[in-house]
């Protein structure tokens, strides 16, 4: 079996990970809402990434993605190289663990997955847990911006409001989408977004796994959200919508895309269009 047959699935389950811990090429990396999480207990020989790494941290845009030199350095730090397969898990159903696959993505590392559920469905599962931390071996990765399609920004979103084919999916609560609540200028919604919270992609009696395939289409599909449109999701900072974008990808979704300047870019402008 070659390297490429044996590669893990965009999805993967705690079994299948399980039985793989030991593969020098697998780079597992737990990225907690919550700091303590990864001390309390941990997928064994999992590496700690603080999430605030993945955002740019400073300018108008905070959430923005981080600058090639903070990319390079922040995966080189980890010892990603090019034939490293990445499985990221947070503690919370995906939205962090989603935020760094999508930035994998753009940089083109397209050798990674997803364990389903991360750290709630490893436990559930009934799987080992570790509290040792481990340093990794530093590489020289040369980040880029390979897949830039995976990204919109502001301007575009703009231009392109109303276009047939193309679609908003808000992940942000309901009470945000409908303008009632929030930390911004300005309330309500992107002009045509459609609203499904992001923890409702996630089956809470499985251990936060993605919820039934065929029901999440049926959903979305009501919403307007088809896998032949060009899909823009979006929350408050792209975290949660980092969840939403990974849903896409594994409902086939041909053109999904992240909008990291989200709410927190839209709502605190006086030129941008919004619904309440």
């Known amino acids: 079996m070659s390297s490429e047959d044996n590669l893990l699935p965009l999805i993967v389950e705690p079994d299948q990970l399980a039985a793989r811990l030991d593969e020098p090429s697998l780079l597992i990396i737990d990225v907690p809402a919550r700091a303590d999480s990864h001390q309390e207990g941990?997928?064994?020989?999992?590496?700690?990434?603080?999430?605030?790494?993945?955002?740019?941290g400073e300018g108008e845009v905070p959430?923005?993605?981080p600058s090639i030199e903070a990319l390079s350095q922040l995966f080189s730090s980890f010892g990603l190289t090019r034939d490293t397969h990445v499985v990221a898990y947070d503690d919370e159903g995906g939205g962090w663990?989603?935020?760094?696959?999508?930035?994998?993505?753009?940089?083109?590392?397209?050798?990674?997955?997803?364990?389903?559920?991360?750290?709630?469905?490893?436990r559930q599962d009934g799987h080992p847990l570790s509290t040792e931390t481990r340093a990794p071996e530093p590489s020289d990765y040369r980040a880029e911006i390979l897949h830039p399609e995976v990204a919109i920004d502001r301007l575009e979103l703009e231009e392109r409001l109303g276009e047939k084919g193309l679609a908003i999916w808000d992940a942000r609560s309901r009470a945000e989408y409908d303008?009632?609540?929030?930390?911004?200028?300005?309330?309500?919604?992107?002009?045509?977004a459609v609203n499904m919270e992001w923890t409702d992609a996630m089956d809470r009696e499985r251990g936060l796994r993605l919820r039934?395939?065929?029901?999440?289409?049926?959903?979305?599909?009501?919403?307007?959200?088809?896998?032949?449109?060009e899909v823009v999701t979006h929350c408050q900072s792209h975290h949660r919508s980092?969840?939403?974008?990974?849903?896409?990808?594994?409902?086939?979704?041909?053109?999904?895309?992240?909008?990291a300047g989200s709410w927190q870019e839209w709502g605190n402008r006086d030129d941008t269009p919004i619904e309440s």
């Open 212 to 229: 039934d395939y065929a029901e999440l289409i049926t959903e979305l599909e009501t919403l307007g959200l088809t896998p032949d449109m």
């Open 63 to 65: 959430n923005e993605v």
């Open 42 to 56: 941990h997928v064994p020989g999992a590496l700690f990434l603080d999430h605030r790494r993945l955002l740019a």
């Open 179 to 192: 303008g009632e609540k929030g930390n911004n200028r300005r309330l309500g919604h992107i002009p045509g």
């Open 242 to 259: 980092g969840f939403t974008w990974l849903v896409g990808r594994a409902l086939g979704f041909k053109k999904i895309r992240g909008y």
């Open 97 to 122: 663990a989603g935020r760094l696959l999508w930035t994998l993505e753009l940089i083109g590392h397209t050798r990674y997955s997803y364990l389903n559920g991360g750290l709630h469905a490893w």
